[in-house]
């Protein structure tokens, strides 16, 4: 008689169905396949803007492409916005929330680099690269939005839809200005999304350092310098000086800071004393107040390096970043989002390609791709702590709304960054799964914020009440201050007309690397 009960009950137990799943969970499915069968568009994306290789402010013919492909899907689009020629809005939805959705586009100098070969081989000897991974970050964004129209439009599901990109972010250049001229004014929440080597997110004080970067332009007056150097008053010498006084000033700075220099106009030649010369300082630190105290100080010790060499000099702010300061409920829904999509599944040629480069870039450990997933991280709660010393302007949207960075896993542990190497895996299969993971984690968090209109209420309590409580934004920029858009104008002249003859082509190759011909991956022959 026991026998039978327990079978009975274990019949009946098996007869209970399964929760059916509600309408949000039926759109994640979908929206998880709708990018999955969208990965050979994200792939051309990807390779497309690898092969521009465009620094920052002359973004021409990755601008256009983006915008010309957004348009065709149906995005209104707002060109050369906040005047900077590179720049636009791209919109579609309507209604509230608004989601703006953005990633840098920009790449680096000396950065040239054939996509899977793990050492160094540049497509065009010393022309700028995507060594940081800025190619990447559109690809991600556009192809998780176009998922999301889809099933947005067929419901009928209110909201707005805003992609915008990271105009000239090597220079700090560029988002500043997109908040100082409102751009962001009426936006709900942003996400934001940066090459990694992992999939992760985090919240409040990333632990950076903000900047301002300020070129300083001395101007004294030219002579012969063999024949009357007396006449002459250099201007390189001035800065030759503000760069000794700013370094005997380094010894009585805050640990937190870091400052840097280039003389970006040293004179013409050596027989005519300099009568103008250029020197540009990155200024950074962990506060608004201790930044523009830097900032104080290199135009105290400019001005007296014009005194010691009867010049004069002006100045001219290229560009700023606050410290990152991230939100913590959007944060908390996206990393539940990122758990569920995981990680992608590297293939044995993934591994090799990594372990080859980090073997050869003598990175500190030679472990290959990611395979665990990264926790969320921390906040730093002291403005004493540096946890990365760099700084990126989407610290400024995040101090104007409520904003997040996600990482996604598309480049490989141990690099040195702002580097060639950064761009050995960029236009290769680890990039690509790389932006459809990140895909998957945004479009299901912006499905989030679509269904649980407690998400973005909670995300602006965050940012009034614990956020903004004690610290308000102030800019670093002036309302005069105009955009550096003359930067890195003669570099690309000099390189595009033979970097163009390296643009990918979709229509011809599958893949970028099939077009330049390499086998993936290729590493060096073991000794």
């Known amino acids: 008689m026991l026998i039978v009960s327990n079978l009975a009950f274990s019949q009946k137990k098996k007869a209970v169905a399964a929760p059916v799943p509600d309408k949000l969970e039926l759109l994640k499915q979908e929206v998880i396949k709708k990018i ?26 990755t601008s256009k492409y983006l915008t010309n492909l957004l348009e065709k899907n149906g995005f209104t689009v707002e060109r050369g916005v906040a005047g900077m020629p590179t720049a636009w809005i791209a919109k579609w939805g309507s209604g509230k929330p608004v989601i703006a959705i953005g990633s840098d586009i920009d790449c680096i100098p000396k950065a040239s680099q054939k996509p899977g070969v793990a050492y160094k081989d540049p497509i065009v000897e010393g022309a700028p690269g995507h060594g940081e991974g800025h190619n990447s970050g559109q690809a991600l964004n556009i192809t998780a939005v176009l998922a999301l129209k889809e099933v947005m439009e067929r419901d009928k599901i209110p909201g707005t839809l805003m992609l915008w990109p990271g105009v000239a972010e090597e220079q700090v250049g560029a988002k500043a200005i997109f908040v100082r001229e409102g ?45 009357a150097p007396w006449r002459g008053r250099s201007a390189l010498d001035a800065v030759e000086l503000m760069d000794i ?217 965050y940012y009034n009440k614990e956020q903004t409580k004690e610290i308000k934004y102030t800019p670093l920029i002036s309302k005069d201050d105009k955009p550096a858009i003359q930067l890195n104008k003669e570099i690309m002249e000099k390189f595009r007309p033979e970097m163009s003859k390296y643009y990918y082509d979709s229509t011809k190759y599958k893949t970028y690397l099939e077009q330049l011909g390499i086998k993936y991956p290729t590493v060096r022959a073991e000794k």
């Open 183 to 227: 751009y962001f004014k009426d936006v709900d929440a942003c996400i934001f999304t940066h090459v990694g080597d992992n999939l992760g997110v985090s919240w409040g004080d990333a632990g950076n350092n903000g900047l301002v970067s300020v070129k300083f332009h001395f101007e004294g007056e030219a002579a012969h310098a063999a024949g």
């Open 245 to 461: 006084g700013w370094n005997f000033k380094r010894e009585h700075l805050e640990t937190t800071q870091r400052s840097h220099y280039v003389i970006s106009d040293g004179g013409d030649q050596p027989n005519v004393v300099p009568s103008k010369a250029t020197v540009w300082y990155y200024f950074r630190d962990r506060t608004y107040p201790r930044i523009r105290k830097l900032f104080e100080s290199g135009l105290k010790i400019a001005e007296g390096a014009a005194m010691m060499t009867d010049t004069k000099f002006t100045y001219e702010i290229l560009g700023s970043a606050w410290p990152g300061h991230f939100n913590k409920p959007i944060a908390d829904a996206m990393y539940q989002n990122i758990k569920r999509v995981g990680l992608p599944q590297w293939s044995e040629e993934d591994q090799m390609l990594a372990k080859a480069a980090q073997k050869e870039l003598k990175a500190p450990k030679v472990e290959g791709l990611a395979m665990k997933l990264d926790t969320m991280s921390e906040p730093v709660y002291s403005p004493n702590i540096v946890r990365q010393g760099g700084s990126d302007d989407i610290a400024d949207i995040s101090w104007s709304l409520p904003t997040v960075v996600l990482r996604y896993p598309s480049n490989m542990p141990g690099m040195p960054g702002h580097h060639w190497a950064n761009a050995i895996t960029m236009a290769t299969p680890i990039a690509h799964k790389g932006c459809t993971a990140g895909a998957k984690a945004e479009a299901l968090t912006i499905l989030d914020m679509l269904f649980k209109p407690e998400i973005i209420k909670n995300a602006w309590e």
């Open 36 to 61: 999955d069968d969208r990965q050979k568009f994200t792939q051309e994306v990807n390779d497309q803007i690898f092969s521009f290789g465009e620094l920052g402010f002359q973004e021409y013919e």
